[in-house]
């Protein structure tokens, strides 16, 4: 059992879902290739190497009643649906598939296996994946099919940040304290990717020396104004909240801050201490900021 489901389920419910998840592919007559850190390769008769990661599933269904298992894994493997047919007509025809093009932020250590897919990186260890979102799939893009398209990346990501911005992101507005303010945003799918642009589509949480953020999983992200005081008391605030965040939810990222400043996202350091506690810094340039305020 890949360690990052540990603070999950234990090495015996593994061996359950993972049963029940290779039972669903026998049934189905679809060969599995390998189980390998959490994925499972599978060959269905006219699509090969696909590859299901059990991240979203096992974080769907670890507060579940083990009895409810089995169901809840078929219904998760159903709803994968093969769109091979109506791909290769995306990416014959840009002008219908750019209305489909969106982009999904990955932590490092949850990035994709998957070697040539169109990505980037925007916040500091994490990247920026080019994806199709059609019928409530994502399909990654890799570079040979991008190039069908005969479009610069970096206009691909314009497209897709562009679609972004028309998502429904529900915006809250709150106080730490009573006194220090706080937005949060929550979504299905776009919260972190949301974010990228966060002149354009955040600047109302943009403060006099940028904005602390953190975008734990990818539905949810909270960020911070930077006005002066009480910037250590938030982030410590905030850090028990961002981790659960992160282990529990679908589409975990990390449980970084990032320093938002003059258009560039930078990360707050990070120190590991004795006995497992991990300290967080503050950016010099930030540091310096505040000594100039006081």
């Known amino acids: 059992m890949p360690e990052d489901f540990a603070h999950l389920i234990t090495q015996a419910d593994y061996e359950i879902i993972l049963d029940y998840a290779l039972d669903y592919f026998a049934n189905k007559d679809h060969q599995v290739i390998k189980v390998e850190d959490g994925v499972i390769i599978v060959d269905y008769p006219d699509l090969k190497n696909i590859q299901f990661g059990l991240d979203n599933l096992i974080r769907s269904i670890a507060a579940e009643e083990q009895a409810q298992w089995k169901s809840a894994i078929y219904r998760h493997f159903d709803r994968f649906k093969n769109h091979t047919s109506a791909y290769n007509y995306l990416f014959a025809d840009f002008g219908y598939a750019q209305q489909f093009l969106k982009v999904l932020v990955k932590g490092q250590r949850f990035a994709p296996k998957t070697i040539n897919l169109v990505r980037r990186r925007d916040f500091p ?88 953020i953190a975008i734990p999983a990818k539905g949810s992200a909270f960020v911070h104004p930077v006005n002066g005081n009480g910037l250590m008391f938030v982030l410590e605030t905030l850090a028990p909240l961002v981790l659960k965040f992160c282990e529990e939810e679908p589409g975990g990222i990390n449980a970084n801050f990032y320093w938002y400043y003059n258009g560039q996202f930078e990360l707050f350091p990070k120190n590991q201490r004795k006995k497992g506690y991990i300290s967080i810094g503050l950016p010099k340039k930030l540091e310096q900021l505040l000594d100039e305020m006081d």
């Open 125 to 212: 260890e994490t990247y920026t994946y080019l994806v199709l979102d059609f019928e409530n799939q994502f399909r990654f893009i890799n570079r040979e099919d991008a190039a069908k398209w005969e479009i610069a990346e970096t206009e691909l990501f314009e497209i897709a940040l562009a679609n972004i911005a028309k998502e429904k992101i529900e915006i809250g507005e709150g106080n730490i304290a009573e006194q220090y303010n706080l937005f949060t945003f929550f979504s299905n799918d776009f919260s972190a990717a949301f974010l990228i642009n966060f002149q354009q589509n955040a600047s109302f949480a943009d403060g006099e020396l940028g904005a602390m």
